[in-house]
Structure formats: C-alpha cells, structure tokens
C-alpha cells in the first residue's frame, strides 16, 4: 500500500489519508472542514469515507453547529466527492443530534456515485 497524508482544516491539527493499493484507492476525510486538500485525498478514489455531522435539513441551528465543529453537512460531502471524481461515497461521524436519513438523502442529492450511511462493522467494497 501507498499512503499520503494531507492537512487539512479543524480546530487541532488534523490530517486525511488516501490509501492506494492493487489499482484502488480509498480515501478517509477525518475531521474537516470542506478545503481543497479533502477534494485532493479523494480524487478519483473508489472509496471516499467523510465525516458529514449533519444534513442542511435538520435545520439551521444543526448546520451552524456542524460549522462551528468544522465539519462538513452532508450536503459538502456529496460536493467534494463530486469534485473529485470519487466513484462511491460513505457518510460517516454523523452527531447524534443528525437524521440519518436526512444524510444519506442530502449527500446522494449531491454526489451521483453511489452514496451509503455505513453503521458500525459495515463492510463496504473498495
């Protein structure tokens, strides 16, 4: 496996991963706001796992409070696994106050690939 790292933005010190291996890639956000390098980790990735705290539609206040965390909606996801060409997308890190099915329909609204909301021990192809 190849792994590169990239900074990206939240409140301490924080960096994704891109994995490459065997002709694939998967791609994992950690915590972040949206930012260029998210869209890089994930370019063309066959996997791109992001944090999404909430969707926009549970609200403004939930919205401000993903902002506030720096954390992308589920809605910025689906924005920057479009951006980078990612071909599936798993929503993660959900708040406990978020909708599940409010995420998965607001990031498949943004993202055309495939689009899951994985619970715990999902198994998801890459």
Do not use: I, N, W
Not at 18 to 41: F, M, N, Q, T
Not at 68 to 86: D, K, Q, S, Y
């Amino acid at each position: 496996f190849e792994l590169r790292f990239f900074e990206v933005q939240h409140r301490v010190p924080t960096l994704a991963v891109r994995v490459e291996g065997g002709g694939k890639v998967l791609a994992y956000s950690a915590d972040s706001v949206p930012c260029d390098a998210l869209v890089a980790c994930a370019r063309e990735a066959d996997l791109f796992v992001c944090d999404a705290l909430v969707a926009e539609s549970d609200g403004k206040d939930a919205a401000r409070r993903a902002a506030a965390l720096m954390h992308p909606t589920a809605r910025e996801a689906g924005e920057m696994a479009r951006a980078a060409g990612a071909k599936s997308l798993a929503l993660v890190h959900l708040a406990r106050f978020a909708t599940r099915d409010r995420v998965l329909a607001e990031g498949q609204a943004a993202f055309e690939g495939q689009t899951a909301v994985p619970d715990d021990g999902t198994v998801l192809p890459v």
